[in-house]
């Protein structure tokens, strides 16, 4: 098809098509611009041969001085210039010329970041009231000091007093099924699980609540309790009583996401409480602007999923990825080629953001994801957003050109806007002629009449540029070396190359993660921004294919219109997949595909035209990782496809293991017409090509512009695409303008016209590459601050593969899924370079661990080795954290080290999960070793691991080895696998800039923030007034932690713990490595601003621990409470020194259960554990109130949701809630702590190892203490009136407890800032 964009004056709608519904519209409203396609019939001809013609508009989403709803005035604006007739804005507009209007809005996206959607409430299981305030108890991010995270969504909270249980649990040993147990007045669940009703709701009471909360003026309500997904009786007998009293809008969670997991379910629930009603206040409003007609028009949403809903079908839940998808949709209609099979990176660069995605065929689909800090359970395809647009704004910061995350937005938006915005990529691509201001809409200035402002943004650079300069010649003065000024234009195109990287970590992440390998894919460009960075970020990632659509700027509103309209229907399960359970699930899918039919068949839909995609969520036994499997289309089976999805994507399988189906899904498509993918690779193949060698005599020339690059200004040709014909072929460096985008052309590169398409293709850069490399060797002494910014992203993303390698081919629930782990990347003598923010307790350690393991093996260490450690002396933690070190080789001399350190399951001693709390020596911690080659030149040395792990363990009294051996073996393996990659990773880079210039960016990159924290300790000496910083804290048993900080004129400062208790004769020991990384932590968590974390942190700081002291102990001290209990106090002495925050909880309140293995009746039955972290109060800040239930400091786990902890274990969750009350008083009050209160079914051990039971966390400057915590045994009691035993466990305790007994957690709060 012939595709024009066409703005010009007078009717271009045929006469005879005049009020016949002819005008098909699509409309794309995006955070910066809305975009608007209108698609009718004209004539056919040779300009319009497929007898179709293109209109498009582009306008702002936001310009209230001008219009109120951007996808109305660009409606309205089609039509004028279709029909050539004047449509006021004042008058309803004239629906008799359109056929259809679909649409992808951000309101509800919107609506959820800016917290403006509609007041509701959530009814929830009493006990829970908070559960979506903890949420998975995870801080989004490790280095803020305040925590900052978005609030819940609901204003009130209606607890309904019932309870169901699941019958029977997945980890029992002895049950073939979780059924096995059920009871005559067990009810059979939706899933194929029974339960049991342990209490029925008094329904006068939940009246009673409900017309309180809709007296109190709310409308809209939420309900999901606990096991709806499976039990749905009282959510729906709720519903019914919500609906009778008035409620407005009712969102049951069984009906929306009938998925395990009560977190996200609840949050989806209230999430479409909280935005369908804001959707439907939009479409009404947006309805009212059109004459009557638009009641018989069929007007149609992009949903999330990629398909298209009718408006009346659309909800919030669905709509929080509508505009993104419509653009997935866009390229992979129009780039992938079922005969090529290339797969396809989508990648849309719009003014706020950049979504990246991949399609192969089939869209790729994700069913939990995370927005705005709302966890949702929805299916959405799979696109990744990086704070990465033309609006993004660009800051110098700490040594570092940044780009984003801020955002100029669409108002003011960037500086040459004219609304006096703030310097943002775009402003950097106009200054470097990338960007043509006068080929660009002109829509800016007060008659929206304006181009883009050239000078104002030029203005800002050079300021910016003087104060780069200034900075970085002070800086290398000061080292007494040499320094090259920026010019502007360099400075400008520095910003774009750190933006380019930034874009591309989430591609990377996006196929890698996946097993997918990024060079084989091609790169589809899309969006306003999109085609300005094209090359760049291809060349990046080694892609030679670039995808840019006719129109890309607008193909997420292109892409409406090739949609399908889709309906689908969930179904939650926990059958096994076999032989015996296959025909009833394929029923179960065949009735789920019968009412996906009637749904479509109601919308106008034929059979025929009904297609059906059906599926099975499967997961291993005993795991969380869950695949949308597709029906295979041959003769292969589901089970057979998840095993290749899950050996694809995680790179192994279980043998032997049950795979278990969570969900059952179908999706139907109701389709007009067969979908016709792109067929470019043909017309490639076949075209006659033409290679414009003097652009200048060609009809689609225009002008030459100067435009700058890394190598200085070109002339550059610059030419119309309408003015292109297919089988064109220009070679770079070139503009291709159209109307609404414009599309750079890099040295290198060559572009071929198609008839839909421009096709980059990259040219052999081999020598481009070379020059680069012999560039860099020269440059190795003076650092540039643009690549060096350049680097922080890449080392960073190297640390962030080897973590999401780990975290794929891993098989234990600690380092799969709770992420228990961390991956760095360390120079030549085993500094830290760049650590992935993983877990806080791991960071300055795993420095130790590597330079201790240098030292020991010295010369003795060689290419294909790798070693294991894990031993307190040798830079480890506790015995759990086993640290895997790779060094890596060049000309037989050692050139950098990986390494990657994992919590594991057991490494044996006195108790299962290798977490005793009465531990008095090391050997009953588990397997120690100070460092052992578990790989020698390639080759694993399996026996040697064995009698690490498994026979010297057991040589202790009352000692046993790794209890799970198998597990243990498999997560080293993902160990090594991951310093693997991030070998691989490293390679690259090398022969992409040269090892010179690598290594010496590695010590560049500390030195930056050694000169950031350098900064910030000389603050701190001069706001404080005083050269000493003192501080001190107790331990729950009495030890004294003395800390005492000495800051020089020059920023170089003593840590001086003398005065520290000596070693316990328990396990709160910590070696000196957990002090470093204390230090490290609360460090960086004090310089505001972005920075690498690295070794240079450490720089300037020299540290004093008396040897004998719990804080550097001897070598066969217990110390497994020092790395989870004693490292969250140090991180309370530290900031409390330097007055930056209050005490948070100090703890991280492990809890562990589980049965050992046992012999019965000639049978052998394998034993469980399980182990969790528990979240508390955060300490109050000079400028912020502490955060409630959330993990603070040096670790940052997830915790296991309600439903899934019950299904898998014989425990009853009674309570996961807030600690009311318990954050300290102050100007900033603290966060409030949590009660977690767990009833047994089954007689088990029970593990506590917690802190702050006896000392309070402290307040500051006024500030009133948290409350401490507390640790109950409720021990069940049936002949006595309380029906229980009430016993304090204290701090650390093991006990046996018994059916029906339960264990209450309740922790510390956190201390308040300030005088109230």
Known sequence: MALQADAGAGALLPLALNG?????????????????????????????????????????????????????????????????????????????????????????????????????????????????????????????????????????????????????????????????????????????????????????????????????????????????????????????????????????????????????????????????????????????????????????????????????????????LSGPAAGVVGYAVTSYSIDEKVPVIGFDMGGTSTDVSRFD?????????????????????????????GGSRLFFRNGLMTVGPESAGAHPGPTCYRKGGPLAVTDANLLLGRLRAEYFPHIFGDNEDQPLDLQAPRDLFVKLTDRINSEMRAERIALGQAHSDKSTEQVALGFLHVANEAMCRPIRALTEAKGHDVQRHALACFGGAGGQHACAVAANLGIRRVFVHRLASVLSAYGLGLAEVVHEEQAPSADVCSEGTIEALLLRLTNLADTCREK??????????????????????????????????????????????????????????????????????????????????????????????????????????SVYFKSGYHDTAMLKLDDLASGDVITGPAIVLNSNSTILIEPGWTATVTSEQLVLDHLDNTSDRSSSISEGKLATEEVDPIRLSVFAHRFMSIAEQMGRTLEKTSVSTNIKERLDFSCALFDQLGNLVANAPHIPVHLGSMSHAVKFQLERFSNNLSEGDVIMANHPQAGGSHLPDITIITPVFKDSRIIFFVASRGHHADIGGILPGSMPPTSRELYQEGASTMGVKIVKRGELQEDEIRRVLVQEPARYPECSGTRNYRDVLSDLKAQIAANHRGIGLVHHLCGEYGLDVVQAYMSHIQRTAEAAVRSLLKETRKTSGARQLKSHDFMD????????????????????????????????????????????????????????????????????????????????????????????????????????????????????????????????????????????????????????????????????????????????????SLRASTGGDGAHKGGDGCIREIEFLEAMSVSLLTERRVFSPP??????????????????????????????????????????????????????????
């Open 361 to 389: 065929g089939r869209f790729e689909h994700v069913f939990e994801t995370t927005t705005a800090g709302v966890t949702v359970q929805a299916p959405q395809l799979d696109i990744n957003t990086v704070a990465a647009g």
């Open 600 to 705: 479509l068949s109601k919308q106008g839909f034929s059979n025929s035209q009904i297609k059906f995609e059906r599926f099975l969520n499967m997961r291993y036994d005993g795991t969380d990782t869950a695949i949308m499997v597709p029906e295979p289309t041959d003769k292969s089976t589901f089970v057979s496809e998840f095993e290749a999805m899950h050996q694809q994507e995680f790179g192994f399988v279980h043998q032997g293991r049950d795979i278990i189906v969570d969900d059952l899904r179908v999706r139907a498509r109701g389709v007009l017409a067969e979908t016709e993918y792109g067929h470019v690779y043909t017309e490639l193949r076949t075209m006659k090509k033409r290679f414009i060698h003097m652009p200048e005599t060609h009809p689609a020339f225009v002008d030459y512009a």
């Open 1037 to 1216: 048993d009495g030890s004294k932690i003395n800390l005492c900080v000495e800051i020089d004129e020059d920023g170089n400062a003593l840590f001086d713990f003398s005065g520290t208790s000596p070693e316990v004769y328990s396990n709160t020991n910590a070696p000196p490595s957990v002090t470093y990384s204390a230090i490290i932590y609360c460090l960086r968590c004090m310089v505001r601003n972005e920075l690498p974390l690295n070794q240079g942190c450490l720089a300037p700081v020299r540290v004093v621990i008396p040897e004998g002291t719990f804080l550097h102990p001897s070598a066969t001290a217990a110390v497994v409470g020092g790395n989870v209990l004693t490292s969250q106090r140090l991180c309370d002495v530290v900031l409390s020194a330097f007055g930056a925050a209050a005490a948070s909880q100090g703890c991280m309140n492990n809890l562990t259960f589980g049965v050992p293995a046992t012999e019965k009746d000639g049978r052998h039955y394998e034993g469980w554990g399980y182990y969790e972290t528990v979240a508390g109060g955060h300490g109050a800040g000079p400028s912020w109130d502490g955060q409630s239930g959330v993990h603070t400091h040096m670790t940052n786990t997830r915790i296991t949701d309600p439903e899934i902890f019950e299904r898998r274990y014989p425990v009853v969750l009674h309570q996961f």
């Open 1259 to 1316: 307040g500051l400057e006024g500030g009133h203490n948290g409350a401490r915590g507390i640790n109950l045994w409720k021990r069940y009691i049936p002949q006595s009136k309380e029906g229980f035993r009430v016993l304090n466990l204290g701090g650390k305790n093991t006990v046996f407890v018994g059916p029906k007994d339960r264990i209450v957690v309740m922790t510390p709060g956190g201390g308040g800032y300030g005088h109230t």
């Open 20 to 320: 016949r519904h002819a005008i098909r519209i699509c409309i794309d409203r995006g955070g910066t611009f809305s975009d608007c396609v209108g698609v009718f019939p004209v004539e056919p001809s040779n300009e319009f041969p497929s007898g179709e013609r293109i209109v498009v508009v582009k306008l702002l989403s936001e310009d209230p001085e001008h219009y109120p709803d951007a996808p109305r005035e660009g409606i309205r604006r089609i039509l004028e210039i279709a029909t050539g007739k004047p449509h006021p804005r004042s008058q309803p507009l004239d629906t008799s010329n359109i056929t259809f209007i679909r649409m992808g809005t951000t309101v509800a996206t919107n609506a959820l970041l800016e917290r403006k959607g509609e007041v509701c409430a959530l009814v929830i299981t009493k006990g829970f009231h908070d559960l979506l305030k903890i949420g998975n108890q995870a801080r989004p991010r490790i280095f803020d000091l305040s925590i900052a995270k978005p609030d819940v969504l609901y204003k009130d909270v209606v607890q309904i007093d019932e309870r169901v249980m699941l019958v029977g649990y997945t980890m029992d040993p002895r049950a073939a099924s979780t059924n096995d147990k059920h009871a005559s007045t067990s009810v059979l669940g939706k899933s194929g699980e029974y339960v049991d009703i342990l209490s029925a709701p008094d329904w006068d009471a939940v009246r009673s609540d409900l017309q309180k909360v809709y007296d109190s003026g709310i409308r809209s309500v939420a309900i999901c309790l606990m096991h709806s997904y499976t039990f749905t009786a009282h959510e729906e007998t709720v519903g019914r009583i919500a609906h009778d009293i008035g409620f407005s809008h009712i969102t049951l969670s069984s009906d929306l996401v009938p998925m395990i997991k009560i977190v996200p379910r609840a949050h989806s629930a209230t999430a479409d409480a909280y935005l369908t009603p804001v959707i439907r206040r939009y479409v009404d409003g947006f309805s009212s602007g059109f004459d009557d007609g638009i009641l018989d028009m069929r007007v149609d949403f992009m949903q999330s999923d990629g398909g298209l809903a009718p408006v009346d079908r659309f909800s919030g839940l669905r709509a929080i």
